[in-house]
């Protein structure tokens, strides 16, 4: 959602920025570690009543001020909910993997019993919490809930067959990642239990699959229509649907859709066709892809084609004052085929999460249309040697408001080499990454990788590039229900003899978000973003409500031995609040308000705006192996 404003001055945005930043200060001082010492529990409710009556003050002020019968009073009472009940969340610090479920590992699983929970007023921890108010029955009563056959085609078990080491935690973790649940739980019928055979209960929420989300600027009129179905008919089809208007481009309107069966069957095979219809990009594309969705998965790949056509923005001149464009259009059919190898275990309770996987890719891409002469019909084969080490934790209030999420660690080192044998001449290809991160609760998340890839032409290297990305974020700061968080994201581009047309930009996602300039470009970015995310107790009519505060600098330079440091610096500072509802479909609603101190001399670019995506800036990189593929220079 989108909103505009004639006005905000920099003073309010030094305030609003301090008055985090102290809120950051404060929550730190009530979370620094003490020492070690033996607790004394005499103190313990004293220090817990000091944090309850803080924040009960707030509330309770709150809940007098919408009592009044002012118009600020009735305002209030309209829209805040004071007596939201939270899912009883437990073991979020612990690791994923649970030990007490090693001694189930072979047993035979004799019952698995489904229940499925309607999205409004029904608790994943307390199955006997029902609906309570108007509201909540009509929701439910206009989904329809996810079928007990697509929950039991996600489960890696079935009855009367032995139960495989890491199938249960594996198997809650894929329901819990699937975007039509809201959380799973399984669990193991311990007074069933027997030596040999075990009884399994599995509990899973929907989400109200039906959504969508809207933006709009009252300035130029513009604006963005999504709809989304999920879950269709609560068969796990899903439809995306996406209309611009009134856009300042040569069409004022583009039209995007996306249809997607997930897990075929039993076979974890999904299928997606794809069509966008923008102004300066249109694609048709259809694929059958197998992903390697569990650590003990062992055949993956894809089969599909795409076709594009698209305008390619060309570099700029000195004299230029509108952006130049080149049409750009080819037909790709694309197969992959991945084997993982795993390593043998001797103990029959436990086994190994590395893996050593193998992959073949072939690509076929025929040009119809280009700009310049560096593109060629080519056949590229492509093939990666692998190892893969996964693990999963559970916290909350990452990216979610309160949801159980499932967060990725280990390590991923990939070797890869290719031939492309192309219309014109034929080339070698080389390239490794590598990547890896810890989490705890205490320490946070870090997650840092290395990319690295070139073509070899003549014993010389082309179309290269070299990435390197780190993402921390702190631990959860509490102060009662309220909650505060940090993110801290660096990214580095470096193009190698690149071709002219391949250029990176400091738009939105890919540097300083809010931020768009058509004719800034370069071959070298470095970036930097800074979030604070303070979530507050507070829900705006079933939406959880939290304060953001941003801060992006990103370098940008031509050439390929030129320093993006030798640049001045582009940047962009932000304040605002974002807005979501777990039980719902649509995405994250924000409201934020961006300045950016430098802009492009010849381009006509306000210094403050509202930042029109509702999509979250950061997101985790799972250590799951992927198809063959050549470095990405985007």
Aim: glycine letters at 8%; hydrophobic letters at 35%; proline letters at 3%.
């Amino acid at each position: 959602m989108l909103l505009s404003y004639s006005s905000v001055t920099r003073y309010t945005f030094v305030c609003f920025l301090g008055m985090l930043c102290l809120w950051a200060g404060v929550c730190r001082a009530q979370e620094s570690n003490p020492p070690k010492v033996k607790p004394d529990t005499t103190l313990l409710p004293a220090a817990t009543d000091t944090t309850q009556k803080f924040d009960e003050r707030i509330m309770n002020n709150l809940r007098q001020m919408s009592e009044r019968k002012t118009i600020m009073g009735k305002l209030l009472k309209a829209i805040l909910v004071f007596d939201r009940v939270d899912e009883n969340f437990e073991g979020m610090d612990a690791e994923l993997i649970r030990q007490e479920y090693e001694k189930h590992n072979y047993k035979i699983v004799r019952h698995i019993d489904i229940l499925s929970l309607d999205p409004f007023g029904y608790s994943i921890s307390d199955t006997a919490r029902v609906p309570q108010n108007f509201f909540e029955k009509a929701g439910n009563a206009l989904h329809v809930k996810t079928g007990r056959g697509l929950i039991r085609n996600k489960l890696l078990f079935e009855a009367m067959e032995p139960l495989e080491p890491l199938a249960l935690v594996e198997s809650e973790r894929l329901l819990r990642q699937t975007s039509y649940l809201l959380d799973a739980r399984i669990i193991v019928n311990e007074q069933t239990t027997t030596d040999d055979s075990v009884d399994v209960f599995v509990i899973t929420k929907d989400i109200f699959s039906l959504g969508g989300s809207g933006s709009f600027s009252a300035s130029s009129g513009s604006g963005r229509i999504s709809l989304r179905e999920l879950n269709f008919l609560g068969q796990g089809h899903q439809l995306r649907t996406s209309y611009r208007f009134n856009m300042d481009r040569p069409r004022p309107w583009e039209l995007s859709g996306a249809y997607a069966i997930e897990n075929i069957g039993k076979s974890y095979i999904s299928a997606d066709i794809n069509y966008i219809n923008e102004n300066y990009y249109k694609e048709k594309s259809a694929f059958l892809r197998r992903d390697f969705y569990s650590t003990n998965t062992k055949y993956a790949g894809a089969a599909g084609f795409i076709s594009v056509k698209e305008r390619l923005l060309l570099p700029a001149m000195a004299e230029d004052t509108v952006a130049r464009y080149g049409d750009l259009s080819y037909t790709r059919h694309d197969a992959w085929l991945g084997r993982a190898f795993q390593f043998k275990s001797y103990n029959l309770g436990y086994e190994s999460r590395g893996r050593v996987i193998a992959g073949l890719r072939v690509v076929d891409t025929d040009y119809h249309t280009t700009p310049t002469n560096n593109f060629q019909d080519n056949t590229l084969l492509l093939g990666s040697l692998g190892y893969s080490i996964r693990k999963y934790y559970k916290d909350r209030y990452l990216f979610g408001f309160g949801r159980t999420e499932d967060i990725p660690a280990g390590a991923l080192v990939t070797f890869t080499m290719g031939y492309e044998k192309g219309a014109l001449t034929n080339r070698r290809y080389v390239g490794a990454s590598a990547s890896v991160a810890k989490y705890s609760k205490d320490f946070g998340y870090l997650y840092g990788s290395v990319n690295y890839g070139t073509f070899l032409h003549d014993g010389q290297g082309e179309q290269g590039v070299l990435e390197l990305q780190s993402l921390y974020f702190t631990k959860l700061y509490e102060w009662g229900n309220w909650k505060l968080r940090h993110y801290a994201q660096g990214r580095a581009t470096f193009g190698i003899n690149r071709h002219a047309e391949e250029l990176l930009s400091i738009n939105n996602e890919d540097g300083l978000r809010g931020f768009r300039s058509d004719l800034l470009r370069g071959t070298r970015r470095v970036s930097l973003n800074y979030e604070a995310n303070f979530y507050t107790p507070l829900s705006l009519f079933g939406f959880r409500l939290a304060a953001v505060a941003f801060a992006d600098v990103a370098w940008l330079s031509m050439g390929n031995k030129s320093s993006p440091f030798r640049e001045a610096p582009y940047s962009g500072y932000g304040i605002g609040i974002r807005l979501r509802n777990e039980y719902l479909g649509f995405s994250t609603i924000q409201f934020l308000v961006g300045y950016y101190p430098r802009l492009p001399g010849n381009e006509d670019l306000r210094s403050i705006k509202t930042l029109g995506s509702t999509r979250l800036y950061y997101d985790f990189t799972d250590f799951r192996f992927l198809n063959p593929s050549v470095a990405e220079f985007r």
